[in-house]
């Protein structure tokens, strides 16, 4: 078993980005079976089965803590590392002031209706 700090190598921040539990991560590599002759980025074995994980299907920054059954925190960190050589895209969640107002919803709605 490894513990958390030897995987981040005693960092417990992923530098400058923030990850919310609920930004969708995609692996930007294409995928090695497709291309045989692609070399396998340089990186440790968690943040390999991060990119695995997330060559198929993007996931969240808690389902891939869940899948890797590691603590958010270290997740964060491997993820920062891992966005910081541009071998992932984070596609952030809609802050809630830029989310459209309920009325405008309700009002689409009863117009929709309507027709």
């Known amino acids: 078993m490894v ?3 030897a995987m981040t190598r005693g960092r417990t921040g992923a530098g400058e980005q923030q990850f919310d539990l609920i930004a969708v991560v995609v692996t930007e590599l294409p995928d090695p079976a497709l291309g045989p002759d692609a070399p396998e980025p340089p990186v440790g074995p968690e943040q390999a089965r991060i990119l695995a994980l997330c060559r198929g ?3 969240s920054v808690a389902e891939l803590a869940a ?5 958010v925190g270290v997740v964060r960190v491997l993820l ?3 966005l910081a050589a541009g071998l992932i895209r984070v596609r952030r969640p809609v802050p809630p002031a830029l989310l459209p107002d309920e009325r405008i919803l309700q009002e689409v709605i009863r117009g929709l209706r309507a027709l």
């Open 3 to 5: 513990r958390p700090y």
């Open 67 to 71: 899948e890797l059954d590691l603590p």
């Open 80 to 82: 920062g590392d891992l």
């Open 57 to 59: 299907t993007p996931l």
